[in-house]
């Protein structure tokens, strides 16, 4: 389980807050180590990771099932997590079925919070941390249970069931990690 503190530590190094920081502190004061357990209230934590292909400009995307619409991977914290890292590394390698990748930053890319609709059960609002990595394009993906496809789409040729959010996100999301990526110098 992700320790509370781990949690406002990996938040406090996020390179783009997207103006939602205090949003996360506020979370994190009022509901304290609950706001990161998915049945500890309808308003939590999420971890996700953005996953792209410098070489070729492409990120890989998935299709969900649930949402009806093209977004990065990611999803519910869970009990063997030992932080948001680790909780996006996991759901970008159910999600996605695959198996090597690399992170882009230590540090998150982005705090995201959106509302949900629709078939979300008793989740109304999701606390996102948005990580990224690098993988081949040249790897084949694999559908989960969660998706209904998962492809690589050139950043220049998205595909048009984007969540809403991420039209204008999904852009400056790929910059980043591609930005971050660079500086590691991998």
Same mark, same amino acid.
């Given at each position: ?66 949402? /009806? %619409?093209?977004?990065?991977? @990611? ?5 063997? $997590?030992? *932080? =948001?890292?680790? +909780? ?43 990580? /990224? %990595?690098?993988?081949?394009? @040249? ?5 989960? $249970?969660? *998706? =209904?496809?998962? +492809? ?35």
């Amino acid at each position: 389980m992700i320790a509370l503190s781990t949690a406002r530590d990996e938040v406090a190094h996020t390179a783009r807050t997207s103006g939602f920081a205090e949003a996360f502190a506020g979370l994190f004061e009022s509901r304290g180590a609950s706001a990161l357990v998915r049945a500890g209230t309808s308003e939590h934590v999420t971890a996700s990771c953005l996953v792209v292909d410098p070489d070729t400009e492409a990120v890989l995307l998935n299709h969900h099932r649930r949402a /009806g %619409a093209w977004m990065q991977f @990611g999803g519910h914290l869970e009990s063997g $997590d030992v *932080s =948001l890292r680790d +909780a996006a590394r996991r759901e970008a390698t159910e999600e996605s079925g695959l198996e090597r990748f690399r992170w882009v930053s230590p540090a998150p890319l982005e705090l995201h919070v959106h509302d949900l609709a629709g078939d979300f059960g008793t989740c109304r609002r999701h606390f996102d941390v948005v990580y /990224g %990595a690098v993988a081949s394009a @040249g790897q084949n993906p694999a559908v989960s $249970d969660e *998706s =209904l496809d998962v +492809a690589w789409f050139s950043i220049d040729e998205l595909p048009t069931a984007l969540m809403p959010d991420l039209v204008t996100r999904l852009p400056q999301l790929y910059r980043a990690a591609v930005a971050a990526h660079a500086a590691d110098g991998r």
